[in-house]
């Protein structure tokens, strides 16, 4: 078999090297999160490159990053649950602990079969939530991974799906709004049954002849500042000067931010005014508008 003729070692050789400073790249879950509940419903697969969470009518499950972060960039691939998954929530989110807590939310609602799901996105800051941006997706995120990330630094909270911008939450602490900047987080990911409002509002409920359910998760990517014993892997300048801890959307951005609201919005808490009759709160009337 000529395949296997002498002057292929070499090749075979860079091949190798090459692939595994990409799996290195790309994280490893085994080292990089805890399954935390779930009673063996949450697996870590593949030597750590997969991670799958299912759901059944006992229960859900979860797990959480090792490291806490204080500002970062974190990519995350998902496959959502496929099929009926009406009722179901699948969640990606940073959060810090206690009662004033910050905590920057992607949620995807399930929906019958063929029917959209909904990308839920919510912004907390010190314990005050009420932020629901809503969007349709321009692809079915059942069929395969797509990259699902968080940009938080001190300038900006952004959301993106594939790249794309979808939400942006500004720092304006100028104008008296809190911004997540002394509390540190850490990532969460978590499967469970929300049938009381996820699809259509709570009209549809879970199918548990459906069950289990499962999500899937790979190649988290976490460009951060890591928080240990006290200090910030940033402390030192060289990280600061990472691209993400100054990125912002330049025009390009913003147009591409205008695209996805403008055509796959679903709800924004910016523009309730019967929800919020004593006024929007005070970012709506600068920023976040339709
Ligand atoms: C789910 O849908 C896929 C096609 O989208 C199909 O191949 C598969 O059989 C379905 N599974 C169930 C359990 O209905
Ligand atoms: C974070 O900042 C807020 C307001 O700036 C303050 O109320 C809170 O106590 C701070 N928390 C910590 C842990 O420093
Ligand atoms: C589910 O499908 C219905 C009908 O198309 C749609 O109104 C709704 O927004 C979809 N998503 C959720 C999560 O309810
Ligand atoms: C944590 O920091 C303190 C001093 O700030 C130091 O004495 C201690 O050894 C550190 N612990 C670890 C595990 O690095
Ligand atoms: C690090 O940054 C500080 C201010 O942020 C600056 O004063 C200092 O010169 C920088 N040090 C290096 C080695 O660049």
């Not at 090297?17 to 490893?28: D, K, L, W």
């Not at 907390?124 to 059942?142: A, I, M, V």
């Amino acid at each position: 078999m000529a395949f296997y003729s002498s002057s292929y070692p070499i090749l075979l050789f860079s091949f190798v090297v090459t692939n595994s400073f990409i799996v290195a790249f790309a994280g490893n879950f085994n080292k990089d999160v805890d399954i935390t509940w779930g009673d063996g419903r949450g697996k870590i697969l593949n030597n750590g490159k997969l991670l799958t969470l299912s759901l059944d009518k006992a229960s859900g499950s979860g797990f959480q990053s090792k490291n806490e972060y204080l500002y970062g960039k974190f990519d995350m691939q998902l496959k959502l649950v496929p099929n009926n998954s009406a009722g179901t929530v699948t969640a990606y989110y940073l959060k810090s602990p206690g009662s004033t807590w910050d905590e920057i939310d992607f949620e995807f609602l399930g929906n019958l079969s063929g029917d959209p799901y909904i990308v839920h996105t919510n912004v907390y800051t010190q314990g005050k939530g009420d932020r629901e941006q809503q969007f349709y997706l321009w692809f079915d995120p059942t069929a395969d991974f797509h990259t699902y990330s968080i940009l938080w630094n001190p300038g900006q909270i952004i959301f993106y799906v594939d790249g794309k911008p979808i939400r942006e939450f500004k720092n304006l602490e100028a104008l008296g709004v809190a911004y997540p900047k002394n509390q540190t987080m850490r990532m969460y990911a978590s499967l469970w049954n929300a049938d009381d409002w996820a699809t259509r509002g709570g009209l549809v409920k879970t199918d548990w002849s459906q069950a289990p359910f499962t999500a899937s998760f790979r190649n988290f990517d976490a460009k951060a500042c890591i928080w240990f014993n006290g200090s910030s892997s940033c402390s030192s300048n060289s990280t600061k000067n990472n691209q993400w801890f100054s990125q912002e959307l330049d025009s390009s951005g913003q147009k591409k931010l205008k695209w996805v609201q403008q055509n796959y919005m679903v709800y924004n808490y910016c523009t309730d005014t019967k929800r919020f009759p004593q006024g929007l709160t005070q970012e709506c009337t600068v920023t976040n508008k339709n």
